[in-house]
């Protein structure tokens, strides 16, 4: 019996679901030998409530959305939080570090006064979040390994160790020397990298290791010239700013 | 006489039997004898040339057999089967004629080769005595190029010694990057900066790369799994002496004992060309370490003079290399004596250096075990790994399996990982075996400053300083720490070496495949499996060892042997529903095909139970590895003294192998007693933990030897019970689990402190454990 998979959206770009159709064909079609796909808004018209495995993408941020995740989460027998808004709180998290009312006004100016927001919150602030599939956008090869990981009933393998340890692998100059700075010492790895092996530095997409040391990543921070509130805005982008403001 | 001529001299008839007629189907003329008393007058009668001994090497009474074996027949050549071998032990054996020794649980394969080189070692001696010093040395010109031997070759010969090589070989060499030095590959001699200070990464990820692929496999029908071994013949130019003796330990690590054949074919076809180190990094302290200069380990080093080279040769293969590609020449005596100048002044440019002899390093460490300096210095540490994956010496990694799209096909990969890295030692059920920064920041300075040379005799930590550039935090310098700790100790002489035991198949990676024969519950969460190898083979195995489990896509896990080898050719494994492995284990049916590798480790030490009384302990599952041995014992009661078996587990439905507890409840071979932490309705057993049942026996400390198997809690209670109860150190053994992933001592994850508990384990004496202190008893 293949397992019916949904996938379904909240508060984000879905970049993540669009990305993740980013597939050669071939490897689609293999991919789809494996599962039934009996919900994707992006590529299916029909809808289906019967499905075991659910990917879900964007962040909470209203009642509504709240009360529609628990039932999902009722329904399949596995969750997985898919791309950084889901998996962490995302870029939408900024929102947060404002007022509501007034995070309202800058997204809806006049009309903010129809809207009615909560502060955004990771799919797993909400329900039990089986597995994640970080990055933002999420990398097509991790969602295959985790439906890969799913179809063999093994963890995925998705390392808790910091992305400097693929840095290092990969062999780059670290961006510290270079006088920049990077998130890679708490950020969790498997993505190979890729921001600073392609010239930029890493902004912590994929989320905190599971037991990052923060204290030190801000002091480093501080010692390659950041001042506190450029330290704060560093860890903002991907709200891996809420366990560190702890 | 025959030059090979056997004697075997072996107490345990079932080896004994099987040795002999092995050897005799090999061609040996054999004459078997059961112990030391009958040997010396065996001896007087024949004659041998090779005496095949299984030694305790502990025993004086055995030592004085050789030696009287010595004086009868000086020219002798003994061959021991040991356990446990010390080297000390083996020094003195060495003395007193014998010239090789192999460590239980024999594999044919190495003894075969053993007796091989000795045959021919005596051919040898017979020709030697008549003619004597033939000499390789030939004094003819001096243009030659051949080991050992220094020329002269000028800048643009170099030049075109590389331009040749590009010609037919991959060509790696160090270039400048972003102000920084790197490993890459060069397509012109203009590339290379051979005045470089350090590179970025080292070149060992050139043998040992980042990720690779050791196996390929099919799962379904038949299950085909095939190794791996991928290579690219090439050249490495410009790697300094600090590099090349690192290079020297991965050789020792990965090509001795227990070859990975992996490393062996990428070492095999790399040719290194060395380059003397003049102008270091500010944070290498290569000197102190005594890996500045050396003269092994490259094929050519070259010194850069100013207008010309000095190039010296390590290798046959060196010598052919330059003999073909360039042109070089003897050096003027003035350009020996630059050479001499050059090198003095660069060791007057290194910034730091070790305080104390790197000799004495391992004895800090130990006197500093418990320093509060572990806990102060690594509260910045970011567990980021940065410091172990840019050091030469570091090889630690982990094995994974990964399916293709279709889930038919994969492969098992290995990855690099580290003990610095969080989740290093964490095993299945979550408890991790380092789980505070300071454990693992310890633990990585005790391998750089002591267990890798306990272990392989050369320094673990060869000086370069990367690490120390790496590490963002400001905390990874091995010379820091040796320094910031020598000021505070006393000093003790150099710990002595700890020989680890050789053998094993020839993919050291590579499964076997067995054929599951019966799967039985045991209970809600554990099954039992009985196996049979598809080749037929016996496994081999002694009580206490253990075998690594394959499916391929899913993955390898370490399992207990839970059946005596005196039992036939099946075996029998016990299985507690965990994780990934475990549950698709739990999941297939008799005529399933598994992959199994091993047996690993040492076992129990039967030879110190023989003629003992036995106290043996169980807690909850460890009743599968100890079940080998009630086995063992019950098959061979008339050895043993009195036995007794006690048995603990949390509640009634946990029992495990319930007819085999009623079995022994009932035998008068046996005094068993069981009990249960918590009782169900109907229980009418024991109440309370295993430790009471201890008061339930008579023991005679003298003539008791105990075997423990249980989750780690259960130990220090017993442990305490037993020393209360007068037990010497020496005869509390216990069998300890630890994270595992080779099983054959390379991957690094199951160490405690300097001991791998794949090969040194995982059974321990008392009094071994006393001195590993992260056994934490
Ligand atoms: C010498 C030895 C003998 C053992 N004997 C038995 C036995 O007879 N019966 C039994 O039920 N269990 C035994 N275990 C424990 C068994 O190895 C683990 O339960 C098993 O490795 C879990 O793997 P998994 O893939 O099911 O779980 P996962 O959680 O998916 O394992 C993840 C990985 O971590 C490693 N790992 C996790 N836990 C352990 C562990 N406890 N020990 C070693 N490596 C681990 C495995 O290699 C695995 O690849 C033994 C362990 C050791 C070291
Ligand atoms: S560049 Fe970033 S990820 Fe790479 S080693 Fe430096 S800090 Fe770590
Ligand atoms: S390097 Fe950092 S920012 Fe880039 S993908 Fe990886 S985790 Fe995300
Ligand atoms: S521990 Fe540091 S200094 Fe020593 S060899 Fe490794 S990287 Fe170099
Ligand atoms: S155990 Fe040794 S080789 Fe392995 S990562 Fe640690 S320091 Fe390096
Ligand atoms: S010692 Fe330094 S480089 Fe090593 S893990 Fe800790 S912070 Fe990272
Ligand atoms: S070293 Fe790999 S399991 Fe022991």
């Known amino acids: 019996m293949k397992p019916k998979v949904a996938f379904f959206d909240f508060t984000g770009c879905e970049g993540c679901q669009l990305d993740a ?30 499905y075991e495995i659910a990917f879900v993408e964007g962040s909470i941020t209203t009642e509504g959305e709240i009360e529609r995740i628990k039932k999902i989460r009722e329904q399949a027998k596995t969750v997985v939080a898919l791309g950084a808004c889901a998996g962490i709180g995302g870029v939408n998290c900024l929102k947060n570090h404002v007022p509501m009312e007034e995070a309202l006004r800058i997204v809806y100016g006049k009309d903010a006064k129809y809207y009615n927001t909560i502060p955004a919150r990771p799919a797993d602030a909400v329900i039990k979040v089986d597995h994640y599939v970080r990055g933002c956008p999420p990398s097509t090869s991790e969602l295959v390994k985790v439906i890969k ?7 995925p393998d998705i390392p808790n160790y910091p992305v400097c340890v693929e840095c290092k692998m990969a062999g780059n100059i670290c961006v510290y020397e270079k006088g920049q700075t990077c998130l890679g010492p708490v950020t969790r790895a498997g993505c190979n990298a890729i921001c600073i092996t392609s010239g930029r530095y890493c902004w912590g997409c994929r989320g905190l290791v599971d037991e990052p040391n923060i204290q030190s990543q801000k002091d480093i921070l501080n010692k390659y010239g950041l001042t506190a509130e450029q330290v704060i805005e560093k860890f903002k982008i991907y709200d891996t700013c809420s366990e560190v403001l702890k | 006489m025959n030059e090979s001529s056997v004697l075997v001299i072996e107490s345990d008839p079932i080896v004994r039997e099987s040795l002999s007629g092995w050897l005799s ?119 030659v190029p051949g080991i050992k031997k220094s020329f002269a070759i000028s800048r643009e010969n170099l030049s075109l010694m590389v331009e040749n090589l590009l010609k037919e070989t991959e060509v790696i060499g160090v270039k400048a990057k972003q102000g920084k030095y790197v490993y890459d590959r060069i397509y012109g001699f203009y590339e290379l900066s051979l005045d470089y200070d350090v590179t970025v990464s080292p070149p060992t990820g050139y043998m040992f ?42 050789d020792e690590v990965f090509m001795n004992h227990n070859p990975d054949p992996n490393y062996t074919a990428r070492r095999e076809n790399t040719v290194i060309i060395g380059v003397d180190c003049l102008h270091p990094s500010p944070r290498s302290f290569a000197p102190s370490m005594g890996t500045n200069w050396t ?40 350009e020996i004596v ?40 690594s509260a910045t540490c970011l567990s980021c790994g940065s410091c172990i994956m840019v050091c030469p010496t570091c090889y630690c990694f982990d094995v994974k399996d990964e399916m293709a799209m279709n889930l038919k096909e994969g492969e098992r990969f290995r990855r690099w990982d580290g003990c610095m890295l969080v989740d290093f030692a964490k095993v299945a059920s979550g408890e991790n075996f380092r789980k505070d920064k300071a454990s693992r920041f310890r633990h990585r300075m005790f391998r750089k400053g002591k267990y890798i040379l306990e272990r392989y005799g050369k320094v673990g930590c060869v000086g370069c300083g990367r690490c120390s550039s790496a590490c963002l935090a400001g905390i990874a310098s091995p010379l820091e720490a040796f320094n910031s700790l020598a000021e505070n100790i006393r000093l003790k002489e150099a710990a002595t070496s700890v020989i680890q035991p050789a053998k094993q198949a020839r993919h050291i990676y590579t499964p076997e495949m067995a054929e599951i024969l019966s799967v039985r519950q045991l209970t809600e969460k554990e099954k039992v499996f009985e196996l049979k190898l598809k080749s037929g083979k016996k496994l081999g195995h002694y009580p206490g060892q253990f075998v690594t489990v394959s499916i391929m896509g899913t993955g390898e896990a370490p399992l207990s042997i839970s059946s005596s080898p005196l039992r036939g050719k099946n075996f029998q494994l016990a299985v ?69 078996l006690l048995y603990g587990c949390r509640t009634p439905a946990e029992r495990v192998f319930t007819e085999e507890l009623d079995f022994w409840q009932n035998s008068k071979e046996i005094d068993f007693h069981e009990t249960v932490d918590m009782p169900c309705e109907g229980w009418t057993g024991n109440v309370g933990v295993i430790t009471n049942l201890i008061d339930k026996v008579d023991i005679d400390p003298k003539k008791t030897m105990v075997a423990v198997v249980g989750p780690p809690v259960m130990y220090k209670f017993v442990i305490e019970k037993l020393k209360k109860r007068d037990l010497p150190d020496a005869h509390v053994f216990l069998s300890l689990e630890r994270k595992m992933k080779c099983g054959v001592g390379k991957c690094g994850h199951c160490q405690i402190n300097g001991i791998y508990t794949c090969q040194e384990g995982p059974v321990f004496s008392l009094t071994q454990l006393r001195s590993l202190r992260e056994a934490v008893l």
Request: aromatic share 6%.
């Open chain 1, 21 to 50: 159709l980013n597939l050669d064909a071939e490897d689609l079609i293999d991919l789809l030998n494996g599962i039934d796909i009996v919900n994707f808004r992006e590529v299916m018209t029909e809808r289906s409530d019967n």
């Open chain 1, 149 to 155: 990981a799913l179809l063999l009933n093994k963890k």
């Open chain 2, 25 to 143: 189907s090999t061609g040996f003329e054999v004459t078997s004898a059961e112990d030391g008393a009958r040997i010396v007058k065996v001896f007087a009668k024949s004659d041998f040339n090779i005496v095949i001994m299984d030694v305790r090497l502990h025993s004086e009474t055995q030592l004085a057999t050789l030696r009287e074996m010595k004086a009868i027949r000086p020219r002798i050549k003994t061959i021991i089967i040991t356990s446990h071998p010390q080297e000390e032990k083996v020094l003195e054996a060495k003395k007193i004629g014998v010239v090789d020794y192999i460590v239980k649980p024999v594999d044919m394969d190495d003894l075969q080769k053993i007796i091989q080189g000795t045959v021919e070692s005596i051919c040898r001696d017979n020709v030697n005595i008549t003619e004597d010093n033939t000499s390789f040395e030939t004094s003819g010109d001096d243009l």
């Open chain 2, 209 to 250: 790369p980042a990720k690779e692929t050791l196996l390929k496999f099919k799962t379904g029908n038949g299950n085909h799994v095939e190794p791996v071994i991928e290579y690219t013949p090439r050249v490495i130019i410009g790697v300094h002496p600090y590099d090349i003796k690192a290079i020297e330990l991965l």
């Open chain 2, 295 to 334: 003269e092994t380990g490259f094929d050519l080093l070259l010194t850069d003079i100013g207008n010309s080279y000095i190039v010296k040769i390590g290798t046959e293969k060196g010598a052919e290399l330059l003999a073909k590609h360039t042109k070089y020449r003897l050096p003027t005596g003035d």
């Open chain 2, 338 to 377: 630059r050479q001499k100048k050059v090198r003095g002044e660069a060791l007057n440019r290194y910034k730091i250096a070790l305080d104390t002899p790197k000799d004495r390093i391992p004895k800090i460490l130990e006197e500093s075990y418990d320093d509060p300096y572990w806990e102060n210095r």
């Open chain 2, 576 to 644: 507690r529903n965990m994780g990934d492995l475990t549950s698709a284990l739990h999941s297939v049916e008799a005529g399933a095909t598994v992959g199994i590798r091993g047996p690993f480790g040492n076992g129990f030490p039967l030879e110190t139970l023989e003629g003992r009384d036995l106290l043996l302990i169980a807690g909850g599952i460890g009743l599968f590895p100890l079940r080998s041995l009630i086995q063992y014992v019950m098959d061979r009661r008339y050895d043993y003294g009195k036995v007794s």
